[in-house]
């Protein structure tokens, strides 16, 4: 039985971001070819190719039995979720095959050293003082400052309120409920 492999992220509108995965992918299947022959990227959303295409391609090029591993930190929604969800799909179409899905990174001795050793590279970057502007906000006015993903229920206004997107299908009720199992 040949094994595939599929690398999954939450998948980005920046290019750049969607490359980077296309690239760990390649490295990935540079180093492990004698034992992962079938290598993918795969984007969750936002950009392709999306699970259901890397999954074709990784049964097109022979793999039966494909796992995926998600390139994310720790086992929230998309884990729960999304990917079992869009990886069902997938795999539906596709007979005769059959999946498994990898934990996340999550707390890993590698994860710390990595860590380290990006706090170790800063120094590279450039130092800003309180109250100094960073050039990579030029252009952005204070209230856009606040990133908010295009999925999430909430948002955040310009006085700094979190209240919730209209069209979410998320409700006062809904969120209360939840609070009150917690």
């Known amino acids: 039985m040949t094994e595939g492999l599929i690398i999954v992220d939450h998948g980005s509108r920046r290019p750049e971001s969607n490359q980077m995965l296309e690239e760990v992918a390649r490295l ?3 180093r492990h070819r004698d034992t992962t022959p079938v290598v993918e990227p795969a984007h969750m959303e936002l950009a392709m190719p999306d ?3 890397a999954y074709a391609k990784c ?7 494909i796992t995926l591993v998600p ?3 720790a086992k929230g929604k998309h884990w729960m979720k999304d990917i079992p969800s869009l990886t069902s799909q997938a795999a539906a179409k596709h007979p ?3 999946y498994r899905i990898a934990e996340p990174l999550q707390i890993d001795d590698l994860i710390l050293d990595l860590l380290k050793k990006r706090a170790d ?3 590279e970057q450039p130092t800003f003082e309180s109250g100094q502007d960073d050039p990579r906000l030029a252009g952005v006015t204070p209230s856009d ?3 908010q993903c295009a999925t999430c229920p909430f948002q955040v206004t310009a006085a700094g309120v979190i209240e919730l997107k209209p069209g979410k299908g998320v409700t006062l009720e809904a969120l209360a409920a939840r609070v009150q199992k917690a």
């Not at 049964?59 to 039995?65: C, F, H, I, K, Q």
Request: glycine share 12%; net charge positive.
């Open 121 to 123: 590279a800063a120094g």
């Open 96 to 98: 005769g095959t059959s």
């Open 28 to 30: 990935f299947a540079d």
């Open 51 to 53: 699970i259901a295409a």
């Open 145 to 147: 400052r606040r990133v």
């Open 71 to 73: 390139f994310f930190l």
């Open 59 to 65: 049964v097109e090029r022979g793999a039966s039995l």
